[in-house]
Nanobody, 116 residues
Framework: QVQLVESGGGLVQPGGSLRLACAASGSAFSSYAMNWYRQAPGKQRELVAGITSGGSTAYVDSVKGRFTISRDNAKNTVYLQMNSLKPEDTAVYYC??????????WGQGTQVTVSS
């Protein structure tokens, strides 16, 4: 099991930006696929973005062109750069790690609130 710690959430005005980070424990980070999920109040958890161990990325349609997922294997960290934020992006954001399609860890979540 890998320990994951998210950071970078907060309150931002519509149109603003935030960068989330998810730091992983251990020495196998570079072999994991990493994902960012979010869960808004009263809604199901939603997959937002993912990045493979090789660096290929994918996004849910609602964030394409606004969010960018990246990873720094030297720092055992995956990032989610969020630009042009909208109120509907308000949610708790979680990261998880997959090893050969098996989930090996979840973070505790970080709150993102987009409001004027």
């Amino acid at each position: 099991q890998v320990q994951l710690v998210e950071s970078g959430g907060g309150l931002v005005q519509p149109g603003g930006s935030l960068r989330l980070a998810c730091a992983a424990s251990g020495s196998a980070f570079s072999s994991y696929a990493m994902n960012w999920y979010r869960q808004a109040p009263g809604k199901q958890r939603e997959l937002v973005a993912g990045i493979t161990s090789g660096g290929s990325t994918a996004y849910v349609d609602s964030v394409k062109g606004r969010f960018t997922i990246s990873r720094d294997n030297a720092k055992n960290t995956v990032y989610l750069q969020m630009n042009s934020l909208k109120p509907e992006d308000t949610a708790v954001y979680y990261c998880n790690a997959l090893n050969s399609l098996r989930i090996v860890g979840w973070g505790q979540g970080t709150q993102v609130t987009v409001s004027s």
